[in-house]
């Protein structure tokens, strides 16, 4: 079975740009959460789907950042317009309900 | 508001040898569960161990094994016969007792296990 599979796993861009980063759950999961770790500071949650339904997203550090879930499947997380403070990994986790949280292995964002 | 605190950015220990990483916490809250991840270069970040705070036993998983010390808000990490494959970042987190995935982590331990 796949896990949690994030791309890209790595992206370069200019401040000012736009970028999206994509997460697929694992097959099944109905909650899916984005989580973001500036460099060398602590992973902090940014929020949580349920199927397509925001249930927390009191993370989110600001309105550059939206965050979708059509149709319940994958995810997106889109920065517009990328500022330099946005540079970090972003993790995506799925989690059955009940279960266990299951990470991807991050997109890594760097802006310059 | 809770708080997960891992002091040490930077570890070693040779192979073989056994190593404890620390971690403490805050929280007014009773009932919770601790947890550490493990994330190797490049690759998924992976559960550990975790514990429930209240169970007493301390939890174990083969060679890891923690110290939990609910009244001193500590949860420190021991792996025992460390092997080249333990080298990763590791993260402590706190999760309240509500069914849910939104964790509050610590700043994360990078140990180096050497040959």
């Known amino acids: 079975e796949a896990g949690v599979t994030q791309f890209p796993s790595h992206s370069v861009i200019e401040k000012g740009q736009t970028v999206t980063l994509r997460c697929d759950p694992i097959?099944?999961?109905?909650?899916l959460y984005w989580y973001r770790r500036v460099m060398g500071k602590e992973i902090k949650f940014l929020l949580h789907?349920?199927?397509?339904?925001?249930?927390?997203e009191s993370g989110m550090p600001n309105n550059r950042f939206l965050a979708e879930r059509t149709g319940g499947t994958y995810s997106t997380l889109k920065v517009q317009p990328a500022e330099l403070e946005d540079s970090g990994v972003y993790f995506c986790?799925?989690?059955?309900?009940?279960?266990?949280?299951?990470f991807g292995e991050g997109s890594r964002l760097t802006v310059l | 508001a809770q708080t997960v605190t891992q002091s040490q950015p930077e570890m070693s220990v040779q192979e073989a040898e056994t190593v404890t990483l620390s971690c403490t916490y805050d929280?007014?809250?009773?009932?919770?569960?601790l947890f550490w991840y493990k994330q190797p270069p490049s690759r998924q970040m992976i559960l550990v161990i975790r514990?429930?705070?209240?169970?007493?036993q301390n939890a174990t998983e083969n060679r890891f094994s923690v110290n939990f010390q609910k009244a001193a808000k500590s949860f420190s990490l021991k792996i025992s016969d460390s092997q080249l494959g333990d080298t990763a970042m590791y993260f402590c987190?706190?999760?309240?007792?509500?069914?849910?995935?939104?964790?509050?982590f610590g700043q994360g331990t990078t140990l180096q296990v050497k040959p």
């Open positions: 986790a799925s989690r059955a309900i009940g279960g266990e949280l299951f």
């Open positions: 097959s099944g999961h109905d909650n």
């Open positions: 789907f349920v199927k397509e339904s925001k249930q927390d």
């Open positions: 929280t007014s809250e009773n009932n919770y569960y």
């Open positions: 514990q429930e705070a209240y169970k007493q």
């Open positions: 987190a706190f999760r309240r007792s509500s069914n849910t995935g939104k964790l509050i």
